[in-house]
């Protein structure tokens, strides 16, 4: 079954420092994949998608992922984090009928 | 920018008794999507609806849920007899087409006492 890991349950990191949050994902073909964040209180808000071409995907607010097939990876960077970025961060894959697949999520605290 | 909206963004019931969830997806997309996030937990897909019918559903979207399209804009989960266990923050999504960005509402967290 697909399925989407992101093996950090916490992270912080401190203002001004580089972020990358991992995620893996199982899939036999090549996946549709995400990155949305959640910030308190808020909804689910897109940062980045993959479905094909560029491995390489520019995301908003300065964020971008890297799909690496070798390694089912799909890892989100930003290289120079605000206190703003302070959210949960959720991995996501698309299954074949349109469902969504989430990883556990991420939170990412931010230290001044 | 259009977004989708879900109203209450909070219902406390009691166990035994039916909700309703209401959503308002962006206005031209098609399809329309259903997730729940119990405290703590993943974010699960309930279900997906396209044409007047569900096209995709989990096995958590037992007899208990339902879903309907009563009109042109809004999309609605019912519970018929809500359990302490449906007690979740619950999503309602709408994207263009089936491998299009799913859109999410800011939710409605769901109590059950």
């Known amino acids: 079954a697909q399925s989407v890991t992101q093996p950090d349950i916490h992270i912080t990191v401190s203002e001004g420092a580089s972020l990358e949050l991992r995620c893996n994902y199982s899939?036999?073909?090549?996946?549709?994949l995400f990155w949305y964040v959640q910030s308190p209180g808020q909804g689910l808000q897109l940062l980045l998608k993959?479905?094909?071409?560029?491995?390489l995907v520019q995301g908003i607010k300065g964020f971008e992922a890297e799909f690496k097939r070798s390694q089912s990876s799909f890892n989100l960077r930003k290289p120079s984090v605000h206190w703003s970025d302070a959210a949960e961060y959720f991995c996501?894959?698309?299954?074949?009928?349109?469902?969504?697949?989430f990883g556990k999520g991420t939170k990412l605290s931010v230290k001044p | 920018e259009p977004e989708v909206t879900q109203t209450p963004s909070h219902q406390v019931t009691q166990m035994g008794q039916e909700v309703i969830l209401r959503c308002v997806p962006i206005s031209n997309h098609l399809y329309f999507y259903w997730y729940r996030q119990i405290l703590g937990q993943k974010v699960e897909f309930l279900v997906s609806f396209y044409n007047n019918e569900i096209s995709e559903k989990s096995e958590i979207f037992d007899d208990q849920f339902s879903v309907e399209r009563p009109d042109g804009s809004n999309f609605t989960l019912k519970i018929r007899s809500t359990k302490l266990e449906d007690s979740a923050m619950y999503f309602c999504a709408s994207s263009a087409s089936v491998t299009d960005t799913q859109y999410f509402g800011p939710g409605t967290r769901l109590t059950v006492l």
């Open positions: 996501v894959s698309g299954g074949s009928q349109g469902n969504l697949i």
């Open positions: 993959y479905f094909s071409g560029d491995t």
């Open positions: 899939y036999g073909a090549t996946p549709y």
